[in-house]
């Protein structure tokens, strides 16, 4: 007989097999045992496949799903397993990080207290040298420090990521909300704001951190950032998060906006100067927001002027003082407004 299925995992899958069994042992020690997960794989290695393949047979909870049509990439992952979900609740899980065992206990508990929400928001730690840690730090996301939430992911600081999350299946349904797989980054900003510009109702849990983010991994996708191949993934970002957020805001965010783009263009310029690429990214800001975007386009040119007479840290960074320094601030600030918000309570 199978278990009943109250809450549904969606866990995309590609190879780091020793990360993937810490992740799936973790939720084999959770507490809650009403829940399936659905390991969507997106072309993994023998040894990985393999893994998969005894949890199944071990654990009739555990499906192993291959990814059967393009594009690659987690998105489309996460698509086909969230169209496979049976349960009332959805998370959506990286498969190299880890659970607390009261995580699904929590979640799930905290949503049947509010039937009025579509998806709540809950603390998460780290995990580093096979240890969860529950501390604040840079990397604690799911705590109500932001006086607007869409300000800050339109800016590219995350208030939370997916994974901080516990979404009722039939808002996401209701709501139309799934993921956009022409995005090779910033996935989870994209979840999240099309969930905050359909009004979708939310709150932050006050319970202890339940999952535990590994800050550094091989294949971390914010690594790819700068690299050419995500260009295109890139500007279409860009756009992409004007075009939503203005059908409804108008100009409101258009500076937050700004901080986002420039968030991309200095990003990718700490490592090496593509005009071109840096041109094509002021150019889209300028499509929507000709103030800000005449702003970049003075900042990319001058970079590109004083990078022939300067050393190329300084060539890049003076044009982009502003921004600079509201980011430091912002990193600077973070754990303080963290332990504020603790406080607070």
Sequence with gaps: MQTPVTLSIVMPVFNHPEELKTMIDSILANVFKEWELLAVDDGSQTETLQLLESYTQHDE?????????????APTCRNMGLEQARGKYVVFFDSDDYVAPHCFEQRVGEMEKHPDLDFMVFRSGTYAEARFCADLGNFSFGYPIYTDDLEAFCSRTLPFVVWNNIYRRDSLIAHDIAWDERLLSFQDSQF??????????????ECPPDYGYRIATEQSISKK????????????????SFRKVQAMYGHRYDHALYRGAMHIYTTVVRTHFDRDFSCRLAATVRSFAPCWGGWMKVQVVLS???RRFLPYTLSRRIPSIGYLMWYRRYWKSKVGRLHKCILKR
């Design 225 to 240: 950032i700068p690299s050419a191949g995500h260009y295109e993934s890139n500007l279409y970002a860009t756009e992409r």
């Design 61 to 73: 909870r555990i499906r192993f799903i291959r990814r059967d049509r393009t594009p690659k990439g």
């Design 304 to 306: 590109d002027v004083l």
């Design 192 to 205: 999240n704001v099309d969930c905050l510009l359909a009004d979708m109702t939310y709150a932050y849990a």
